[in-house]
């Protein structure tokens, strides 16, 4: 099969090659999925650059998520039958080499989830690690119905789906951008109240929305950068789910603040969340993408071949959704 990999960490264009590599077969309990799409995730940029772990192998197939057909299933798979469409999370992760920068990949049946055929292979790619991120921070703790739920970053890849996913439980939704192009689409994305932190007092339009009682939970794509903010319009018995925190690396948490307001902290990465909740979420996941017209943010779409400036166009920090390589191309 074609393939993009690399054997140390390092700049894209530098690390990445492209060539041939042996088709995988599908094992006991996995599928075989020729990819027709794969999504590229920040937290992929920073395996291959090196900024984010050690390499565990010697040889890595990059990127986490991906769509295709199931073309290969292996002793012992019930769920998925060959032929079906599908998008998957998880494909490069820890414990796992070889990711969806290639034409196949086989991995376990439970990472691989059926995708309507209302949804492009593009727009599949985009539901892995965005899509159950969003779900994990936001029902991690039960229903969110009648709460009020604030995103940060609203526009961004996990924070666009969180503001549906909200929306789609039942909850008041406070999104945060940086730009009138980015509140446009929160807005769209269903977002009650959309504030520009950066031309805009946050605390004040939040609390004035909520009526001085704050909000019941935060998705939180920077911890650290955020958190003297968010303090003060968080509401008694309330959440604050953190899946990043690039502002600030090491940030003090504020115990006795936390404490006095009986704050929960919800941290987590995908790969490390039990499986039950990971099946919960793809089961949801799976229902609200049947529940009506979704919107999914492909930024830029790339061939196979030009894996590493797909990599690039991530690390450049402007795009708004996914960046998607083409693995049929």
């Not at 439970?110 to 029902?139: E, K, N, Q, R």
């Not at 666009?160 to 192009?181: D, N």
């Not at 920077?222 to 953190?242: P, R």
């Amino acid at each position: 099969m074609k393939a993009v990999w690399y054997e140390r960490t390092g700049a894209a264009p530098d690390v990445l090659t492209f060539g041939e590599m042996p088709t995988p077969v599908a094992g006991p309990g996995e599928v075989r999925v020729r990819l027709q799409a794969s999504g590229v995730n920040p937290a992929d940029v920073g395996r291959r650059a090196g900024s984010y772990r050690a390499m565990e192998f010697p040889r890595v197939i990059p990127d986490s998520d991906g769509a295709g057909i199931v073309d290969q299933v292996g002793d012992g798979v019930t769920r998925l039958k060959v032929g079906e469409r599908v998008w998957l999370f998880n494909g490069q992760r820890n414990g796992r080499a070889f990711g969806t920068a290639a034409e196949y990949i086989a991995l376990a049946e439970h990472l691989v989830t059926p995708l309507p055929d209302s949804v492009s292979f593009a727009a599949g790619a985009t539901l892995g690690i965005p899509g159950m991120t969003a779900w994990c921070c936001l029902f991690g703790d039960g229903p969110v119905a009648g709460q009020t739920i604030l995103v940060t970053g609203g526009a961004g890849a996990v924070g666009h789906y969180a503001v549906q996913l909200a929306k789609w439980g039942g909850a008041r939704v406070i999104a945060t951008v940086s730009s009138a192009l980015k509140a446009e689409q929160a807005r769209l994305a269903g977002a009650d109240l959309v504030i520009d932190y950066k031309t805009e007092d946050v605390v004040a339009k939040a609390m004035a929305f909520t009526e001085g009682r704050g909000v019941d939970r935060v998705v939180d794509v920077d911890f650290g950068g955020n958190i003297a903010t968010t303090l003060k319009l968080m509401a008694l018995n309330s959440t604050i789910a953190v899946y990043a925190t690039q502002g600030n690396r090491n940030p003090v948490v504020p115990m006795r603040e936390l404490m006095e307001k009986c704050i929960a902290l919800r941290a987590l990465v995908l790969f490390a969340l039990p499986q039950p909740v990971l099946a919960a979420a793809q089961a949801d996941i799976s229902k609200w993408l049947a529940a009506g017209k979704r919107i999914h943010n492909v930024a830029a779409q790339f061939a196979l071949s030009d894996t590493a400036q797909a990599h690039l166009a991530v690390e450049k920090g402007d795009k708004l959704g996914t960046v998607i390589v083409d693995c049929a191309r």
